[in-house]
């Protein structure tokens, strides 16, 4: 499986901006790019993917470089209830039944 | 919203003693998962089911688990002797196949402790 890199953690100021980087340089061409998060004490949620194009969702939005290598989730706002774990993960084209395969993803906290 | 619910939240165990998880998938979907996520640790696969039959599993998933669709609702992962080292967060999840998107829906989690 092609692997993901991520910072370990990252700081943000409430209501501001917040850009999560991830690598991905041995992506495949039918790989998509998605990002989950796990909240405290919750279970993994679903945040956006993407495969070529930038995405936006109501959630967040992802920049995926022209060459693919490389990834970024963008949170616009960020509230105290962001602060989460966020997985980048690879996801094969094909992979409807495809499992997930996690990382130890970037903890983002979030600054009142 | 439509969601995946997990019983119970909390399930405490002697070592050696089988333990049953239970989970309601979302009702329209096909594929289903267990995950379990040992404190302080990544979240790991054990398995995927679709069409009453195990997709893939992982080396984690061995002999001692097993997994079951006994109705038309319910995902049950049964753990037959339960040791020390099971004692994590269980994730049930399922996704659907409609779009290209297959996201998987999580539930809660149970979290297993065995004594």
């Known amino acids: 499986d092609a692997k993901t890199t991520q910072p370990n953690s990252m700081e943000s100021n409430e209501e501001e901006p917040v850009h999560l980087p991830c690598n991905h340089s041995t992506i495949s061409g039918t790989d998509y790019i998605h990002w989950y998060r796990q909240l405290p004490s919750q279970g993994p949620e679903y945040v956006i993917h993407g495969l070529t194009s930038n995405v936006n969702n109501r959630m967040a939005s992802l920049a995926i470089a022209e060459d693919r290598k490389s990834s970024t989730l963008i949170l616009h706002r960020a509230t105290l209830r962001d602060a989460a774990v966020y997985y980048c993960i690879l996801r094969p084209l094909t992979g409807a039944n495809s499992k997930l395969t996690f990382g130890k993803g970037i903890t983002l906290s979030v600054r009142p | 919203e439509p969601e995946v619910t997990q019983t119970p939240s909390h399930q405490v165990t002697q070592m050696g003693q089988e333990v049953i998880l239970r989970c309601v998938p979302i009702s329209n979907h096909l594929y289903f998962y267990w995950y379990r996520q040992i404190l302080g640790q990544k979240v790991e696969f054990l398995v995927s089911?679709?069409?009453?039959?195990?997709?893939?599993k992982s080396e984690i998933f061995d002999d001692q688990f097993s997994v079951e669709r006994p109705d038309g609702s319910n995902f049950t992962l049964k753990i037959r002797s339960t040791k020390l080292e099971d004692s994590a967060m269980y994730f049930c999840?399922?996704?659907?196949?409609?779009?290209?998107?297959?996201?998987?829906?999580f539930g809660p989690g149970t979290r297993l402790t065995v004594t």
């Open positions: 999840a399922s996704s659907d196949r409609t779009g290209t998107s297959y996201e998987q829906y």
């Open positions: 089911f679709y069409n009453n039959e195990i997709s893939e």
